[in-house]
């Protein structure tokens, strides 16, 4: 497994932890999201799209979802 896409996992949780539950985390990263090109922001790191993920996750976390 790549070590970036776990690294961006990895910050992705961290970011949301001030925001939501370790189980609301875990619903975040595996509903499927319009904003992560309807995969589920956990596929979509693993698809490559690891940056935008954690973005969104920054700016949900500000108060700022879009």
Known sequence: ?????LTYEKETREALAGTYTA?????????ANPRTYNFTPLDAIYE???????DLAKRLAAGRSQ
């Open 23 to 31: 189980a609301g985390i875990q619903l975040w990263l595996t509903v």
């Open 48 to 54: 490559g799209f690891g940056a935008k993920v954690l």
């Open 1 to 5: 497994m790549n070590i970036q896409k």
